[in-house]
């Protein structure tokens, strides 16, 4: 079965988490739970971060942009991870910076 480009993208994050010993979860949105939570939740030196992946030209749900926006609320990060991005290196970037 060929993997869908966002799989490849979350592959990608989940990687470079691993490689950085950061812990991550990856919620499963189902009937039972929450929808529009973002693909992993991270903490990061004691920081929670939030990571929503999308492929190509994939833009995030309007219940997406909800749980980002409350999670900015509360006092955490949330990014919307694109391969672009894992390509110039931005969430190792982030992380570092979160680590600083």
Do not use: F, I, S
């Given at each position: 079965?060929?993997?869908?480009?966002?799989?490849?993208v979350k592959a990608k994050i989940k990687k470079i988490l691993k490689e950085n010993n950061v812990y991550f979860a990856m919620p499963i949105?189902?009937?039972y739970g929450s929808s529009g939570v973002p693909d992993f939740l991270c903490c990061v030196n004691g920081h929670f971060l939030a990571i929503e992946a999308?492929?190509?030209?994939?833009t995030t749900t309007a219940l997406q942009n909800k749980n980002i926006r409350e999670i900015k609320e509360s006092g955490g990060m949330a990014v919307v991870i694109a391969e672009e991005q894992l390509e110039l290196g931005y969430l190792e970037q982030l992380i570092q910076l979160m680590r600083s």
């Open positions: 079965m060929a993997q869908t480009p966002e799989v490849k949105g189902t009937g999308k492929a190509g030209k994939g």
